[in-house]
C-alpha cells in the first residue's frame, strides 16, 4: 500500500510565504459613480507603475449599483476592495474608516468622478516616502494648476470663498486648503482621528486644522478635470457642513487652549 508523504516543511513555508502589503492606498469616497468605477481603475493601473497600490472605494450604499461594480472588479483583481456603508453617508466620515482599513504607509485620497490627475499620484508618494513631507496635497492653485474642470460659475464662487476662509483659520499656510486629491502618511492621520469631526466634504481641512504642530505640506500642481460621469454632490447642504466642521474645530481648539 502506498504511503502519503507529507510535504517537507520548506515546501510548505514556500507555498505560504507571506507578501507584502501594498504601499500606497488610495482611499475613493463615492455615492452614484457606478460609470467611473472601471475606467477610474484602468487610469490607475496605467499610472502607477513604482509602487504596490490597492484601490479601496467606500460606497455609501449608491442606489446606482456602484458598489457591484466595485465588487466585479474584485474579483478579477485583489488590489481592489470595496466597503458598502449602510444607513450614514458623508465624504470626510468615509475617507476616515476607508483610512482605517487600510495598512499601507502612505494613503491617497481622490474622488470617483475622474476630476482628480492620477498620473499625480506617484509624486505624492515620492514626496512622503523620499522627500520627507508628511502631507502631498494637489493643488489647482500654484503654477501648473487649474480648476477650470469646475462645473460652473457657482462651484468656482464657493470653492473661492472656502479657500479664503479656511485660510485664516488654518495654522499652515497653502494655496488649495480645499483640495480633495492629497496624499498623507498614514501614521499622522490616525493620530489625528480622535480630533476630527468628520463632517462634510473637506478632509484636508479639518486635518490640517488639528494638528498642534504644523506639518511639512508640499503643494503639486494638476489641472481639474470635467466630470465625465455621474453627476456633482455640491449643494446648499455642503455649505452647512463646511460650516459645521470650521465651527467644530475652533470650539475644539479653545478648549485645548483653555487646559494649559
Known sequence: MQVAVAPAHNDMHARC???????????????????????LFRAVAAAVTRYTWELI???DNSPDGTIDEVWRLARADSRVRGIVRVGRRGLSSAV?????????????VMDGDM???ESLLERMADAITVEGYD???????????????????????????GIR?????????ITD????????????FVKSVHKLSGRGFKILLDMLMVQKTPPRIIELPFIFRTRQAGESKMG?????????MISHNLRARKKRAGHK
Do not use: T
Not at 510565504?17 to 475606467?39: D, T, V
Not at 446648499?236 to 459645521?244: D, G, I, N
Open 17 to 39: 510565504a507571506p507578501r507584502p502589503g501594498p504601499e500606497l492606498s488610495i482611499i475613493i469616497p463615492c455615492y452614484n459613480e457606478r460609470g467611473n468605477i472601471e475606467p
Open 57 to 59: 472605494f467606500v460606497d
Open 96 to 108: 476616515i474608516e476607508g483610512i482605517l482599513s487600510s495598512s499601507a504607509p502612505v494613503v491617497a
Open 115 to 117: 476630476q482628480h490627475d
Open 135 to 161: 502631507v502631498a496635497v494637489g493643488s489647482r492653485h500654484v503654477e501648473g494648476g487649474d480648476n477650470s474642470g469646475l462645473a460652473n460659475a457657482w462651484r468656482l464662487l464657493l470653492s473661492n470663498a
Open 165 to 173: 476662509i479656511a485660510q485664516y483659520f488654518l495654522p499652515v499656510r
Open 177 to 188: 486648503p480645499m483640495s480633495g486629491f492629497f496624499a498623507v502618511r498614514r501614521d499622522l
Open 236 to 244: 446648499k447642504k455642503v455649505l452647512f457642513q463646511f460650516a459645521q
